[in-house]
């Protein structure tokens, strides 16, 4: 895992098994998918469209339809044994995830088009960060810069000088603009150049945070703001 981390500068955590790590991950080259049978890489650079969207299952919704109607016509006309509420408790189990809302990333790259379907607990709004950097890539053909968030201590550390990454004692959070006072002086990143990757969350106008120190060359002057 630790060896991953060092490969890619945003990291998006998806649930799943105690001893499995599903993620959508960001590198420099690439954009990695690792998340049931979706396990894959895009290059960038082929790497054509990406959309964030809901969509419903049209599979479960219709047969959830159907088994839930033939289960209540076989009540009214036969009998409502055991069996038959069963099936219909089944029909409207199917019915409900078919009317349920997933979040769904549509990759167009090459002459290839991928879905992936995001657990049923993700919010779009958690997720919309992580697409918005690559959205960013497609437009600029570069990655948008990032700002840190300052804590309200003073005295709190948040870059480090060494050759390893560095645990921060507080997360450090980052976001696409500054959301500081205009008056100070904003610490502004490389992503790309980030020791220890970004954990993209999308909560509190941030768009997520990592648990490392900031390393020294990651960060760009206020006057090299070009790289944007």
């Known amino acids: 895992m630790i060896l991953f981390l060092l490969t890619v500068f945003a990291i998006y955590k998806l649930p799943g098994k105690k001893d499995t790590t599903q993620f959508l991950g960001l590198s420099s080259l690439y954009f990695k998918v690792h998340y049931g049978k979706n396990q894959f890489e895009i290059p960038l650079e082929e790497l054509n469209r990406i959309i964030l969207e ?3 299952k049209l ?3 219709i047969l959830g339809g159907i088994i839930t109607s033939l289960g209540l016509l076989s009540i009214f006309l036969f009998s409502s044994g055991l069996e038959i509420v069963a099936i219909v408790a089944f029909g409207l189990l199917l019915t409900y995830f078919g009317i349920q809302e997933y979040v769904v990333i549509h990759i167009e790259h090459s002459n290839n088009t991928r879905l992936i379907w995001l657990p049923l607990k993700i919010q779009l709004e958690k997720v919309r960060p992580f697409i918005a950097i690559l959205e960013y890539y497609l437009s600029k053909q570069n990655f948008p810069v ?3 968030v300052k804590p309200s201590l003073t005295n709190v550390r948040l870059v480090h000088y060494e050759d390893k990454p560095v645990e921060s004692d507080i997360p450090v959070f980052y976001t696409f603009r500054n959301i500081l006072d205009s008056d100070t002086s ?8 980030l020791d220890m990757p970004i954990t993209i969350s ?25 790289f944007t």
């Open 186 to 193: 904003p610490i502004i990143v490389n992503p790309l150049l």
């Open 59 to 61: 599979a479960p919704l």
């Open 146 to 148: 990032l700002y840190v």
């Open 202 to 226: 999308g909560e509190n106008r941030t768009i997520g945070s990592s648990d490392y120190l900031i390393n020294q060359s990651a960060l760009i002057a206020n006057n090299q703001i070009s």
């Open 54 to 56: 809901k969509r419903r």
